[in-house]
């Protein structure tokens, strides 16, 4: 065991070739934009899909054609969009234009919320981490729990009877 690596330079020293330029491409992430300057997500939270496109601009945030503040009036809604802004540390950088399918306004600014984080570490790959870290990337998966045969909801049962 003569060749072992114990420091970051000596890993280097041993990858050359072909396997350097394999590691290089794992640590360097490329900006995911289309012809028009625009990234591209999908945010999924409970039924809602939100289509999202982000592109640079003023911050002007449009959902369904409607203003965010019409769209979604109330603020708690509106504070749930602007956090993947405020923890990248790009507020108002970005013109946001979402379209959303399914589910309530509370799924839908739920996942409106999660394909704007998508959109932005496509944008911008070091925004990955702070996003990755606040937890803004990983889909909430609950959703809501079938109704089964022989009870009145999900899980409630009928009323017992013992006469």
Known sequence: MSDQINSLEDLQAAV????????EAVIHREPVRDDLGRSYATGKRKDAVARVWIRPGSGKVTVNGREMAKYFARPVLQMVLRQPFDVAGVAGE?????????????????????????????????????????????????????KKYGKRKARRSFQFSKR
Not at 16 to 23: C, H, K, L, Q, R
Not at 94 to 102: P, R, Y
């Open 16 to 23: 050359t070739g072909e396997d350097a330029v394999v590691m």
């Open 94 to 146: 970005f013109d946001v234009m979402a379209t959303v399918k399914g589910g309530g306004l509370s799924g839908q600014a739920g996942a409106v919320k999660h394909g704007i984080s998508k959109a932005l570490q496509l944008y911008e790959p070091s925004l990955r981490g702070a996003l990755k870290a606040a937890g803004f990337l990983t889909r909430d998966s609950r959703v809501v729990e079938r």
